[in-house]
């Protein structure tokens, strides 16, 4: 129940630094770091580690990027939606 609403706290957080940064670089690495983290809590092995770690930096930097893109068009809140959907899954 609190990772959920962890989850979703840290997504909202993320959205919030892309519109005043304005850098998905930024907003990518936060999360990949985040991903890092607790997945070496987690006791994962390096090369999974370092595998997870690079493709949920390039996803969440595409993800981002789409977001930046589309602002200020209703594409944008499509892309945060199926973001969201995705996250939960």
Same mark, same amino acid.
């Given at each position: 129940?609190?990772?959920?609403? +962890? ?14 940064? =304005?850098?998905? +670089? ?23 580690? +370092? ?17 930046? =893109? ?20």
């Amino acid at each position: 129940m609190y990772g959920i609403i +962890v989850q979703f706290m840290i997504f909202i957080a993320l959205i919030k630094i892309l519109l005043i940064a =304005r850098s998905p +670089v930024l907003c990518a690495s936060i999360y990949a770091s985040i991903v890092f983290f607790f997945s070496l809590l987690g006791g994962a092995s390096f090369l999974s580690l +370092v595998f997870n770690t690079s493709l949920i930096f390039g996803l969440s930097f595409l993800y981002y990027w789409l977001l930046l =893109r589309y602002e200020g068009y209703f594409l944008f809140w499509v892309i945060m939606i199926v973001g969201l959907f995705i996250l939960f899954l």
